[in-house]
């Protein structure tokens, strides 16, 4: 294996390599799903090369709603197909490939009518257990569990007692999906793909109808570079459509963006030891547990705007605050509210025009010779998604591949990671990190957490928390840039950490502190840190201005007054 490291040489050295040979499957996204196709391709052997225009995750994969889940309410649509492919895949995320990064979260399902609700909801929940044992995956999360009222208030007493009658609660999982998509990229890295962020797909290559290849600009560096590959898989998400114009074609299918928006409110403004899900007149809503926070979410709306940037409207947030309120005892008021995000799933269009209605299936195409495309989804599935690309890449490839190994490949931080865990009362005491702090990290980086250390061995001033993000050691912003690729002070405040959605100044106040640490790894001057903050403070302002806006329409163009650090054009 090689180095996970993912500095600024690694990253120039891995854009050379591309170019100096031909590659057998070449990704285009770096989302869960390309990331994922990467480490799949190159643990089959094949010679791999990752590209991604922004940043890991910088889309769709870091602003979901951070559940691992089997999609229990795709049980009511009879969808049990895609039930029990997920609940495989959550179990198998749970024990083998990341269990540092996916962690299993009790939900309470308030009943509201007596009797025929109880049996209703219960056969479906009862239905999901089973099917994840089934599964063989099942073991390690507890079995639902049926409450009355009185014990209902009991684990969350933030309910008000005229909204239910009873509840139930069962488990899925949870997992911060920017650092696990990050996790992802390294752990191909290791296995010898050449992975680039900043370095975007201009063009393809094509030798008559084939695609053999793509022009990729570096947009940090400059320059252009062609880069041959055998097959180029297309999985860019919402931009799936974007990306087939390059050569020309639509493909054979739509991908369509919905827009789903979350709130970050403080633990202590929603009194419960469970997160709640809770039916809405058009989904589901779920109040998800975060660490010292809670997650409120979500909306499910059509957007055809910016999707670089897609906005939270004042509508948006009037609508999960008015549905989350509707049960709890004492109500959140805009002022609770400490972080935002909005995010846009990638659907398969023509079935409804309702995006609720739309397909979380995913689609592979071989839509013209050397490129594939696959779409659509659920981020649980990716590892499925995956597979299912590189099977069909490889049918473009005149030799024997070998099959798919990734059900067998813990992801990087994974191995040792339950012993390490055991003894974190020892690594405190070694380190003299208090036993919280251990756990923090443990969490983040599981075994890779001796690289954390040993650059507050180096220099312990890294060992001491950032002043206004305290929950942060100053050690973890210098290792988002010396080891997981950050370029810039808006990829380590918004998916290196959660600073921007995690206190109340959005990670204003820690912009400076954050680029002084980040500009010795990076060879930043006095003058591109003061361009780094104010370009992070611009934004924060651009979306708290967005979020006052009425609609979809003037919150996407408050939100556009700030402009990318590095413009895509």
Known sequence: MRTATLGPSERGEALARMAERELDILVVGAGVVGAGTALDAVTRGLATGLVEARDWASGTSSRSSKLIHGGL?????????LVREALKERGLLLQRLAPHLVKPVPFLYPLQHRGWERWYAGSGVALYDA????????????AHRHLTRRHALRVAPCLRKDALVGALQYYDAQVDDARYVTTLVRTAAAYGADVANGARVVGFLREGERVVGARVQD???GG?????????VNATGVWTDDTQGLIGERGQFHVRASKGIHLVVPKDRIHSSTGLILRTEKSVLFVIPWGRHW???????DWDLDKAHPAA???DIDYLLE??????SVPLTRDDVQGVYAGLRPLLAGESDATSKLSREHTVAHPVPGLVVVAGGKYTTYRVMAQDAVDEAVHGLDQRVADCVTEDVPLLGAEGYAALWNARARMAARTGLHVVRVEHLLSRYGTLVEEVLALIAADPSLGEPLPAADDYLRAEIVYAASHEGARHLEDVLTRRSRISIETFDRGARSARDCAELMAPVLGWDESQIEREVEHYQKRVEAERESQLQPDDQTADAARLGAPDIVPLG
């Open 224 to 232: 252009e570079y062609e880069v041959r590959a055998r097959q180029v």
């Open 323 to 328: 549905h989350v309120n509707s049960v709890l």
């Open 73 to 81: 309410r795709y049980l009511e649509m009879l969808d049990f197909a």
């Open 131 to 142: 099917m994840s044992f089934a599964s063989g995956h099942g073991r390690g999360l507890p």
């Open 295 to 301: 997650v409120i979410g979500t909306t499910d709306t």
């Open 219 to 221: 947009v940090e560096g």
């Open 313 to 315: 409207s004042s509508a």
